[in-house]
């Protein structure tokens, strides 16, 4: 099983939202996301949990 680090963008497409809408959700909804230096990392398995439990349910955040 790959279990790499994920950049800003591969997430972003990974779950069919622009770069903006994954920076908007950390800050906003708590996204997991770990911070490498200046970066944003991310681990795919983490992400999709917090899908699953709903939390990037809103009303027209997906871009």
């Known amino acids: ?9 591969e997430i972003g497409e990974y779950l069919g939202i622009k770069r903006d809408t ?5 800050r906003e909804k708590g996204m997991p ?3 490498v230096g200046r970066l944003w990392k ?3 398995d983490e992400v ?3 899908v699953r439990k709903g939390s990037a349910e809103s009303s027209g955040d997906i871009n």
Do not use: L, P, Q, T
């Open 1 to 9: 099983m790959e279990d790499r680090w994920r950049s800003v963008d």
């Open 42 to 44: 991310f681990k795919k």
């Open 33 to 35: 996301a770990h911070k």
């Open 22 to 26: 994954v920076y908007k959700w950390i």
């Open 48 to 50: 999709d949990g917090w």
